[in-house]
């Protein structure tokens, strides 16, 4: 129970970063195009 209630909160944790790290990318991206 508690292990799979684990993964769940890796796996939900490393989407959250994940997600993060493209915003910063896009952001930038859009900065040096300008």
């Known amino acids: ?3 799979r209630l684990f ?5 939900y944790l490393f989407w959250q970063l994940f997600r993060r790290v493209l915003y910063r990318v896009q ?3 859009r900065k040096l195009l300008k």
């Open 7 to 11: 993964r769940w909160m890796q796996k």
């Open 27 to 29: 952001q930038l991206r």
């Open 1 to 3: 129970m508690y292990q």
